[in-house]
Nanobody, 122 residues
């Protein structure tokens, strides 16, 4: 079965950095666009970043543009989210998703991970 397993979350001070990883199994990774979303307490899940199957194109939410970088390693079936200059408002559970063939900034992904908590203290 398909599994997406996120890791790398934690507690960090404002201005700090974290790198999230999402390891995929049970699917042909290179056939899937990958995305990162987040959900803060009491809020809806929102788009953060997405990357095409080859990694040649990336897209970001305005709130993270210039601070976050999405990348992927198809040989390792892993997608990453490097987060710099973190702010308290970045605090959320971060989820990775896999979407067959085409990127999307909406929640229409085929598979989701269980999430990893990121907490940014002020």
């Amino acid at each position: 079965q398909v599994q997406l397993v996120e890791s790398g979350g934690g507690l960090v001070q404002a201005g700090g950095s974290l790198r999230l990883s999402c390891a995929a199994s049970g699917l042909t990774f290179s056939n899937y666009a990958m995305g990162w979303f987040r959900q803060a307490p009491g809020k809806e899940r929102e788009f953060v970043a997405t990357i095409t199957r080859s990694g040649s194109s990336t897209y970001y939410a305005d709130s993270v543009k210039g601070r976050f970088t999405i990348s992927r390693d198809n040989a390792k079936n892993t997608v990453y989210l490097s987060m710099n200059s973190l702010k308290p408002e970045d605090t959320a559970v971060y989820y990775c998703g896999a979407r067959y063939l085409v990127v999307s900034t909406r929640l229409e992904y085929n598979y989701w991970g269980q999430g990893t908590q990121v907490t940014v203290s002020s």
